[in-house]
């Protein structure tokens, strides 16, 4: 491995943004988000007095795509709102669809649910920490002039994203918008050769993502604290990924059928994208550092150990924590997901056909063809509840 990157160490200060009385930063073009964000600061005497933060890519309406059609198309039309995070839709879109229905998806299938969206983890934050904000941690212009220097960080980093778009192909037939998912399932389980491929490099990974670690935690972040309201899920047995209830570290606790009591979404003027507020709360925090904070014991040994070992505590404060806490949450506990593999070769494999894993959707019925009403279920109206893995 490369030596660690480092740059400069800038101590945080808590002078006035700016020397003129009054200024305007204006980015029209964000390169790290996707979604065709904007932001625009202003700043007077030295306080911020305007932040908007915009997200200018049109609405593409997919409740209205959703309404009339079968409750079975709820996944693939949900999992095209993201190339990147397809499966936090499709296992949300499906989740829907199953309490509507009275579904419950249990033992080897839930198994794969979990682990499939583990590779989603690996290979999205992956990208995140590794490909976009690494370089500006490190003062490059991108991770191709990072690789240049630090050759050994990015190779690693890019066999992790290979790793977790591995684990979406074997479970749900390729990486991008996978094909493989249905509600109440899957179309077809894993055939076992395919699951025992994963094993080996679940195991490299461990020791990767602990490297990696090291070389972030290194890094310098801004000296920034807030006080964030964090909602997320939260599982009584397990780290959680697809089920449980919403909590917050507010004392709220209630079941996700609730949501639209407690929660309501707004348009503002500049951006097309909604603003989620909670009732009582103007603003509230979802995502990693939310479910870190509400769920620390949850977390394996080795995870919880990681996290210490990088500075942090059984809560975060700031938001450039998550760059820390992508590595060990996702990899780190990539032991426990190579333990989870020998119960899945008994449990899941012992279901498994000799027929691969569809690598294309089956075509589509003709256009003439009459809405199917799946035991007696049709979509006709869309409440939104939070997608899975918040």
Request: aromatic letters at 8%; glycine letters at 8%; a positive charge.
């Amino acid at each position: 491995m490369s030596k660690s990157p480092h740059k400069p160490a800038s101590k945080p200060t808590n002078k006035p943004i700016g020397t003129a009385k009054s200024r305007t930063i204006k980015v029209d073009a964000l390169a790290r988000v996707e979604g065709e964000g904007a932001l625009t600061v202003r700043v007077k005497n030295g306080v911020i007095q305007e932040l908007k933060f915009r997200i200018f890519e049109p609405p593409r309406f997919f409740e209205a795509l959703l309404q009339g059609r079968p409750y079975s198309d709820a996944p693939d039309i949900t999992a095209r709102i993201c190339g990147i995070c397809p499966i936090a839709y499709m296992l949300g879109a499906s989740q829907a669809m199953e309490d509507a229905l009275g579904i419950q998806v249990q033992g080897p299938l839930r198994d794969l649910r979990r682990l499939i969206y583990c590779g989603e983890w690996i290979e999205s934050h992956v990208l995140h920490a590794a490909m976009l904000h690494a370089p500006d941690f490190l003062g490059y212009q991108d991770s191709i002039q990072l690789a240049r220097d630090h050759p050994g960080v990015v190779e690693k980093a890019l066999r992790l994203k290979k790793l977790g778009n591995q684990i979406l192909e074997v479970i749900g037939g390729r990486a991008v918008h996978p094909v493989n998912l249905k509600v109440g399932g899957f179309y077809r389980t894993p055939r076992r050769r395919d699951i025992r491929t994963l094993i080996e490099p679940l195991r490299w990974a461990v020791g990767a993502a602990q490297e990696l670690l090291q070389v972030f935690a290194g890094f310098e972040f801004p000296d920034y604290h807030y006080d964030y309201t964090c909602v997320s899920l939260r599982h009584p047995e397990e780290y959680p990924i697809t089920e449980g209830r919403l909590v917050s570290n507010r004392g709220l606790d209630i079941a996700i059928d609730e949501f639209a009591e407690h929660f309501s979404e707004e348009h503002v003027a500049h951006s097309n994208a909604l603003h989620g507020v909670m009732r009582g709360t103007e603003h509230y925090l979802v995502g990693p550092i939310a479910r870190y904070n509400n769920n620390f014991g949850q977390l394996s040994p080795s995870a919880q150990q990681a996290a210490k070992a990088a500075g942090l505590g059984p809560s975060a404060t700031t938001r450039f924590t998550v760059f820390w806490y992508v590595w060990w949450k996702c990899c780190m506990p990539a032991k426990k997901r190579c333990d989870w593999l020998r119960p899945i070769r008994n449990r899941i494999l012992a279901a498994s056909t000799s027929a691969p894993v569809p690598t294309q959707r089956r075509a589509p019925e003709p256009a003439t063809a009459a809405p199917k009403r799946h035991a007696g279920f049709a979509i006709t109206a869309m409440s939104w509840t939070p997608k899975a893995g918040y």
